[in-house]
């Protein structure tokens, strides 16, 4: 058990910190592809998945390669339940250790009895409030299709959804239209390309909910988090207390140790404390350690959206903010070039193709006259200022852009 111990710890620590921060924190963070950050998180998605992809092909050929190819756009692209089961196989697995290793060992000196209680209630709310954030409805924009000469368009069944929040007519516009549903986009929705359906207040897709999260269901989710970093710091604690009523009630701290050689004496060292606890905790030690990084970045990610909360935005409008920023920023530095387009466009009577302009600059097809001049305005020391709802993002702007 002792060996099985360490190789699960020195297997998974790695493995651990991989999907904590990439998989759970990735898409949370703007890297620079450039950067060192950016070059690991390209090798440990996309580019692992590349190198698979043509590692498979070699070996099992493009029959194989194409299932293997479906199974993943299923698995990334479309609602399913994998990661929904794997979060249950890790809390219940998890929970089944402890109950194995840690439980018997309750109460000792340093632990009371009491834990054995709040164990069991932690991890009832835990499923409890993963239930309620994984079945509730988000915030669905409900609608019908009705047939038009100009083709099919969606009528929204519940016209408080279309004024729940004010337009701010930069992010958010009226007459901007779902070219999926078909329906005018109510302020801060978005349709989301993995439920295929348009969602109030939309802040993200959480695939290990199977669900997004919007409007209806962010405090469920919020929760949800919280309450599982809070077990997985419980549990971390309950471990190292454990560990340490073992090791104290076995006497192992007063362990003395001879060198043949010299015949001096000293005390355990760390090595031999940690074979020790591998040998006779069982998988205290490894269940401590996974749950201590997990917490951390359970609660890291809670903040996160603490953040978000208290400047009234949401995930995907954080990341909206950015791109419209640098689209400004774009502007600022082609300001000449593109005025005088826009005045040529407009002395033609031509300038009818701006929409969504601002979103494809890189197009090769793309002209700077077709260029969409975003709102800004521009205090007395050079900064930018972009209104939104309740918040205000400032970017500091170079002399010459002024």
Not at 133 to 151: H, L, N, P, T
Not at 312 to 326: D, F, I, L, R, V
Not at 371 to 392: C, F, Q, T
Request: glycine letters at 8%.
């Amino acid at each position: 058990m002792g060996w099985i111990a360490i190789a699960i710890l020195v297997v998974y620590v790695p493995l651990v910190i991989w999907l904590a921060f990439f998989l759970l924190c990735s898409d949370k963070i703007k890297c620079d592809s450039g950067s060192v950050l950016g070059k690991l998180h390209y090798m440990f998605t996309e580019g692992l998945c590349k190198l698979g992809g043509s590692l498979l092909y070699r070996l099992a050929g493009p029959r194989l390669t194409g299932v293997a190819k479906k199974i993943f756009i299923y698995i990334a692209y479309k609602p399913n339940p994998l990661l929904q089961i794997m979060y249950l196989a890790l809390i219940l697995g998890g929970y089944a250790l402890f109950l194995r290793d840690a439980y018997p060992r309750l109460p000792n000196i340093y632990l009371g009895a009491h834990h054995k209680l709040i164990a069991h209630v932690s991890v009832g709310t835990v499923l409890y409030l993963f239930y309620l954030a994984s079945f509730m409805d988000a915030g669905v924009i409900k609608y019908r299709i009705e047939a038009k000469r100009s083709g099919p368009k969606g009528v929204l069944l519940n016209q408080k959804q279309a004024q729940s929040f004010p337009f701010d007519h930069m992010l958010y516009a009226p007459g901007r239209e779902c070219r999926t549903c078909h329906i005018e986009r109510p302020a801060r929705s978005k349709h989301c390309s993995v439920c295929d359906k348009c969602i109030s207040r939309f802040d993200h897709h959480c695939p290990w909910i199977n669900n997004c999260v919007g409007e209806n269901n962010l405090r469920s989710f919020l929760g949800f988090v919280f309450a599982t970093g809070c077990l997985a710091s419980y549990c971390a604690y309950l471990c190292y207390y454990i560990i340490n009523a073992m090791l104290q009630q076995d006497g192992v701290w007063n362990y003395i140790f001879r060198d043949r050689n010299t015949g001096e004496s000293f005390g355990p060292s760390f090595l031999f404390i940690f074979q020790y606890v591998m040998v006779h905790g069982g998988l205290l030690a490894p269940l401590g350690l996974f749950t201590g990084i997990i917490s951390i970045v359970l609660h890291a990610f809670f903040l996160y959206h603490l953040w978000l909360v208290k400047k009234n935005t949401t995930t995907n409008e954080s990341y909206k903010w950015g791109e419209y920023a640098g689209n400004v920023r774009f502007y600022l530095a082609n300001k000449e070039e593109i005025e005088k387009h826009k005045k040529e466009e407009e002395s033609k009577n031509n300038n009818n193709n701006n929409n969504g302009a601002r979103r494809d600059i890189n197009n090769p097809e793309w002209s700077v006259s077709d260029y969409e001049v975003p709102k800004y305005r521009l205090d007395s020391k050079g900064k930018l200022l972009l209104k939104k709802a309740r918040i205000i993002i400032i970017i500091i702007m170079e002399q010459e852009e002024t």
